[in-house]
Every structure is written in structure tokens, then in C-alpha cells.
């Protein structure tokens, strides 16, 4: 899921010497599969949480990112930070925000960071909008590509705070994931865990197996 391309509302550029504690760009481009400006705002996002964190990659949930969004730059914090759904310490929640919470449970220290607002010239607007209508010329795609490599090659040379918000903050911490037995769906036969299992007609059953009884309200 990518966005349109935006500029840097700030124009500061102090190139970034590249910190070996964090994973390389280029990794990170692997896992995700594409470049685009989601996965690079991620990756700067993920660069303030581990400075500001003082941690390096979680390895055992020691970290906990809380994402509000399940756009691009989810992959690059899951690659960064070492905070994975499948890990339990990435915490989805569906809100459509650019907002990230990360948290070191061992220290108690917690950042909020947020995207800044940020201006798209007129030129590039204008661009953006005959591709997505398909009225784009061959050179009007090749003009908003390079745009796009100008901006992101930018994007990674400034420090990360020229395009987030940092604030520290204090948050409740989320216990660690738990782990459940399962159950066996009395309808489809596959294991599920006991945590979200149903129960119908006195046998456990599976979400997708579950008839759903509402009133309608
Ligand atoms: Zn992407
Ligand atoms: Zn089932």
C-alpha cells in the first residue's frame, strides 16, 4: 500500500553516516520487495525508536512498537526494530495514522513518533494526479520517477527528525504474549487456539466456522 510520494517539508541535509547497529537499508528493501517512500519513512521511523530507545534489535521482546497503520512501513520497522507480529511485540492498531509508539520494557522509556505534515509541490501534484487518472505522458511517468529517486535519496540523507515528530511519553506496558493450547474445530477438523476458539452447540469451533448470532444491533 503506497502513498504519494511527499517532499520534505524541512530541506536541511547533513548526510547520515551509516550506523552499523542498524539494519541496511538495503536489507530492509529485500524484505519489503519494492523502494518506495512507505518503507523509507518506516526505516526513519525505526531509526529514531532505536537512538531514542537507546536499544539495539529486539530479540526476545524487549521492545514493543504499537503501528497505526498496515501500510509499507510496518515492513520496515518489523526489519529494524526486531518488533514482529508473529513475535507478539507489534501491536496493530487500525487507525490510519502515520503515529508510532515504541516502547523499551526494560528501561519503561516510551516515544510517540509522528509524520510531520508535509508539502507536495504543485508541479509534482499535478504529475501524481494524470498517473493515477492514466492521462500521463512516457515523460510525465519519467519525471515523476525521478522526482520520486530525488526524494527518497533525501529522505535517507537527513537526519529522520527532519520528517517525525518525537515526543517522549508515558504508556501503559503490554504484557508479553501469552501462549494457549489448542482445540480442535468440531466443524473443519484444524487446530485453533484455545484463546479464540467458540463454542456452538457445546462444541468449540473455529472463527471462520462460527455462525454469528447478532439481534441486528
Ligand atoms: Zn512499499
Ligand atoms: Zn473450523
Redesign the pocket.
Known amino acids: 500500500?503506497?502513498e504519494d510520494f511527499p517532499n520534505s517539508g524541512d530541506s536541511e541535509e547533513s548526510p547520515q553516516a551509516e550506523d552499523p547497529t542498524i539494519l541496511p537499508f538495503s536489507e530492509v528493501i529485500r524484505f519489503?520487495g519494492?523502494l518506495?517512500p512507505?518503507?523509507t519513512l518506516g526505516y526513519c521511523a525505526s531509526k529514531i525508536a532505536l537512538k531514542e530507545l537507546r536499544a539495539g534489535r529486539d530479540v526476545d521482546e524487549q521492545l514493543v512498537a504499537i503501528v497505526e497503520n498496515d501500510a509499507?512501513g510496518i515492513d520496515a520497522i518489523q526489519a529494524v526494530t526486531g518488533c514482529t507480529l508473529g513475535k507478539g511485540n507489534l501491536i496493530y492498531r487500525d487507525y490510519g495514522k502515520h503515529v508510532y509508539t515504541f516502547i523499551n520494557r526494560v528501561t519503561g522509556d516510551a516515544i510517540r513518533v509522528s509524520l510531520k505534515d508535509r508539502e507536495i509541490d504543485d508541479s509534482q501534484k499535478a504529475l501524481q494526479t494524470r498517473v493515477r487518472e492514466g492521462t500521463a505522458s512516457q515523460d510525465d511517468r519519467l519525471a515523476l520517477k525521478k522526482l520520486q529517486q530525488e526524494n527518497l535519496d533525501k529522505m535517507l540523507a537527513a537526519p529522520p527528525e527532519n520528517y517525525f515528530h518525537v515526543k517522549h511519553v508515558r504508556v501503559e506496558i503490554p504484557e508479553k504474549a501469552r501462549l494457549f493450547g489448542s482445540v480442535k474445530c468440531s466443524k473443519c477438523g484444524e487446530m485453533t487456539a484455545e484463546s479464540r476458539a467458540r463454542v456452538q452447540n457445546g462444541n468449540f469451533v473455529c472463527i471462520p466456522c462460527f455462525d454469528e448470532y447478532t439481534r441486528g444491533w
Request: hydrophobic share 25%.
Open positions: 500500500m503506497c519489503h519494492h518506495c512507505g518503507v509499507c
